[in-house]
C-alpha cells in the first residue's frame, strides 16, 4: 500500500517530526508550540508551491492532536492549498465503535465526524480496529497490517501458525495468510462477562498444536489480558514458541506481564518506544 501517489507531486507535512513515516519525500517546514492558555498554534513556512498535494502525518492519540490538526488544515486552505491528505497511523476511538450500554458515546463517529468536515482529499488510516471505522470516514483508505505481519515472519521464520484471538479477526487474518501465501491460522475465540466486560474465558479450535510455533496477531495490545490468556490455552494445546505481533502497541501494564512471550513485534503508530522488551518495526518501512 503506497500513500505517495506517484503521479502527483506530493509536500509533507509531519506534524510529529520525530515520527516521520513518510521518507524521501520533500516536507514542509513549520513551528507549532502550545499559548499559555493550552491552545496549539502554528506557523508554516509558506516558501513551496500551494499547487502541490499535501499529505498531513500525525499521530492522533488526543483531542490536542485534533486540535493542532484541525489548525494545520486551516492555514493550509487560507494558503490556497487544495489538495490535502491525511495519514492517521493509529484511529483514536476506533474501538468505541458501539454503544455498549444508554449513557455512552460512539466516539469513533465523533472523531470522524470532524475529519470528515475537513473535507479532505483522502484519508489513510493503518490497520482501524473494525470495519466502522473507514465505513464513517469519506474519502478513507485502511492500510492493512500485511507487511507489517510479512517484516515480523523475516525475522522469525515462515513455519508458524498465525493465531486468530477472536471472531473479529477472523476476516482479517485469512487477509494476512493469503497474502503470506497461505500460512496456516488456527482460529480462537474468547468471551468476556456481559455485565462487567472482564474476559471469561478462551477456546483454540485445534485439538493438538504438536510444538508448532504460534503467531498471535492483532491490531492493539492495551492491557495484554487477552493475550496472557490465550497464551495459557496455546500452552495447553502444546504450542512451541508463542509471539505476539500487534499493528498498536499502548502496552500500559508494561512488558512484564507478556513474559509468556518469546518476542513481541509492534509498530511505532501509536508510540516511540526506547530500549524495551518489543522489536519495532517502524511505519517508515511499511506505507
Ligand atoms: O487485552 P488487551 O490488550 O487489553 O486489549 C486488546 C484487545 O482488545 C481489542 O479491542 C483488541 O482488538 C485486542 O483484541
Known amino acids: 500500500m503506497r500513500i505517495i501517489n506517484a503521479n502527483y507531486n506530493t509536500m509533507i ?112 488510516a493503518f490497520d482501524a480496529h473494525s470495519e466502522v471505522t473507514p465505513a464513517l470516514l469519506n474519502n478513507s483508505t485502511v492500510i492493512p497490517n500485511y507487511t507489517f505481519i510479512k517484516e515480523v515472519l523475516n525475522k522469525i521464520g515462515q513455519n508458524v501458525k498465525l493465531i486468530s484471538p477472536d471472531g473479529g479477526a477472523l476476516k482479517k487474518i485469512y487477509k494476512v495468510s493469503e497474502f503470506l501465501g497461505g500460512v496456516e491460522v488456527v482460529e480462537c475465540s474468547k468471551s468476556r462477562d456481559v455485565k462487567t466486560g472482564k474476559l471469561s474465558g478462551f477456546k483454540v479450535y485445534e485439538e493438538d498444536l504438536q510444538g508448532m510455533d504460534c503467531l498471535i496477531v492483532d491490531d492493539i495490545c492495551d492491557g495484554g489480558g487477552t493475550f496472557v490468556g490465550l497464551a495459557e490455552e496455546l500452552k495447553k494445546k502444546n504450542a512451541g514458541k508463542l509471539y505476539l505481533a500487534v499493528s498498536h502497541g499502548i502496552f500500559n501494564k508494561g512488558f512484564e506481564v507478556l513474559n509468556c512471550f518469546d518476542g513481541i513485534f509492534t509498530t511505532n503508530s501509536f508510540k516511540d518506544f526506547d530500549g524495551e522488551s518489543v522489536q519495532v518495526i517502524g511505519l517508515d518501512q511499511l506505507v
Not at 35 to 40: A, D, M, N, V, Y
Request: aromatic letters at 10%; one cysteine or more.
Open 13 to 124: 507535512l509531519n506534524l510529529d517530526p520525530k515520527f516521520a513515516p513518510i521518507q524521501n519525500q520533500e516536507e514542509i517546514k513549520f513551528q507549532s508550540f502550545t499559548f499559555s492558555g493550552g491552545e496549539p498554534h502554528i506557523k508554516i513556512n509558506p516558501d513551496f508551491d500551494v499547487n502541490q498535494k499535501v499529505t498531513i502525518t500525525h499521530r492522533l492519540n488526543s483531542f490536542n492532536d485534533l486540535g493542532l490538526l484541525c489548525i494545520t488544515v486551516d492555514a493550509l486552505r487560507r494558503m490556497d492549498v487544495k489538495i490535502i491528505d491525511l495519514f492517521i497511523p493509529y484511529f483514536p476511538a476506533a474501538r468505541q465503535d458501539r454503544v455498549m450500554i444508554p449513557g455512552e458515546p460512539l466516539s469513533v463517529k465523533v472523531y470522524a465526524d470532524i475529519i470528515n468536515a475537513m473535507q479532505l482529499n483522502k484519508v489513510f
